[in-house]
């Protein structure tokens, strides 16, 4: 019977095996001259030929092995003896496949646990895990050759709450650029150190969430570039204070009482919380017969929708007259909760007030790469290996043009 490959270069020049089960061929590179990669002169003269085992994808449902007569050639000019490779073959240390079957092995990593590509490959899971890293490594290369205008930083945890990572993203493209271990400030630097210097100055916008060992970071490696501080994190921080106030003034009666909290308070509490532009006019209506009557609970509620016109202004100038109405309501009511948050307002005003610098630079984009890391950890039944984690997610986001 024939066989036909469909692989440039190769030629079958026997079927070794031929069941319902398994098919086995012989096949030979069908170049005869080739280059001396010592001195550069062409040769004919084969020293010896020795079988490599090469895995293909499957021949019609059927798993298929290339017996690949690999030679080795010795140069007339140099001497020199080396063996020869193929553009349509991976030769590994141990375990050798075709490059398609490279290809086919990590789009099943995006989609299952190495475990499960292993099984189903019938192959070994170190051999699919180096293939994941080395070519998640060269995804990673290619991505940082091109310039990044705008850097997004975040963090993310290999499993709930534990063994933190910094996620660091192309802002305009929504590539994830590298996944380091833990999330200080060596952490960062380390990865903005190893890009390089022409990156770096590349680089015109920074958006974090408000964490001091990024920012001390971002200055050092970044100092050239806006730092701007993600609304979606600052909006947390502003919703905090309300959220410590309904605490304290929604408990009606001591611990262990029935019931504890004002219902009307508490089952409002996100109506409290979201921005008035987004409330239709009968939400507005029922969130105020809730603050009526409760003054310190309508003037946390008033200072966080000032808070929230920072972000929602048009420019700096409307920004800052949304914090100036912010100010002059908590001078009326010096609420304790706020304390905190005007302090911080004052630590990190130049990074949120940047937002308007920056054509509104925020790290929606990372939201987006975070829901598929949360996909990719319960794929993989949670990370303990920040190596593959971080190479595994890289394949993850757009731009996979490079390929094994
Ligand atoms: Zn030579």
Redesign the pocket.
């Known amino acids: 019977m024939s066989v036909r490959l469909h692989l440039r270069r190769i030629r079958v020049v026997a079927v070794l095996v031929d069941l319902v089960e398994r098919l086995v061929v012989e096949v030979v590179d069908v170049r005869r001259v080739v280059r001396?990669?010592?001195?550069?002169?062409k040769?004919t003269r084969i020293h010896d030929t020795r079988r490599l085992r090469v895995r293909d994808l499957p021949t019609r449902g059927r798993p298929t092995e290339l017996m690949w007569a690999r030679r080795r050639f010795v140069?007339?000019?140099?001497?020199?003896r080396h063996w020869e490779d193929h553009p349509e073959i991976l030769v590994g240390r141990r375990t050798h496949v075709t490059r398609r079957l490279a290809r086919q092995l990590v789009r099943d990593v995006n989609a299952m646990s190495i475990r499960e590509v292993a099984r189903r490959h019938d192959l070994p899971w170190h051999y699919i895990m180096g293939l994941t890293v080395s070519w998640s490594d060269r995804v990673a290369q290619d991505r940082r050759r091109r310039r990044c205008r705008v850097l997004l930083v975040d963090e993310t945890s290999l499993r709930r709450g534990h063994r933190y990572v910094t996620v660091v993203i192309n802002g305009d493209t929504g590539e994830t650029l590298g996944i380091v271990a833990h999330r200080n400030t060596a952490a960062l630097s380390g990865f903005l150190l190893a890009q390089g210097h022409r990156w770096l100055r590349g680089v015109r916008v920074v958006v974090s969430h408000g964490s001091g060992s990024y920012r001390a970071s971002i200055r050092q490696h970044l100092g050239h570039a806006t730092h701007v501080l993600d609304r979606f994190h600052v909006a947390r921080w502003f919703a905090a204070g309300m959220i410590e106030v309904r605490h304290r003034i929604q408990r009606i009666g001591p611990h262990g009482s029935r019931p504890a909290f004002e219902p009307d308070v508490f089952r409002s509490r996100y109506l409290q919380l979201t921005r008035l532009d987004h409330l239709q006019a009968h939400r507005i209506e029922a969130l105020g017969r809730v603050l009526a009557g409760r003054p310190e609970l309508e003037a946390a509620w008033r200072m966080l929708q000032h808070l929230y016109g920072i972000h929602l202004a048009a420019d700096t100038d409307d920004a800052n007259q949304a914090l100036g109405a912010f100010i002059d309501t908590y001078q009326h009511h010096p609420l304790a909760e706020f304390e905190k948050l005007t302090e911080t307002l004052l630590e990190w005003g130049d990074e949120i007030f940047a937002f308007h610098d920056t054509d509104r630079a925020s790290n929606g984009r990372i939201e987006g790469t975070n829901n598929k890391l949360g996909v990719l950890k319960r794929v993989a039944y949670g990370f303990v290996n920040v190596t593959n984690f971080a190479a595994r997610a890289l394949l993850l986001t757009p731009g996979m043009a490079t390929s094994p």
């Open positions: 001396c990669p010592h001195c550069g002169f040769t140069c007339g000019e140099c001497s020199e």
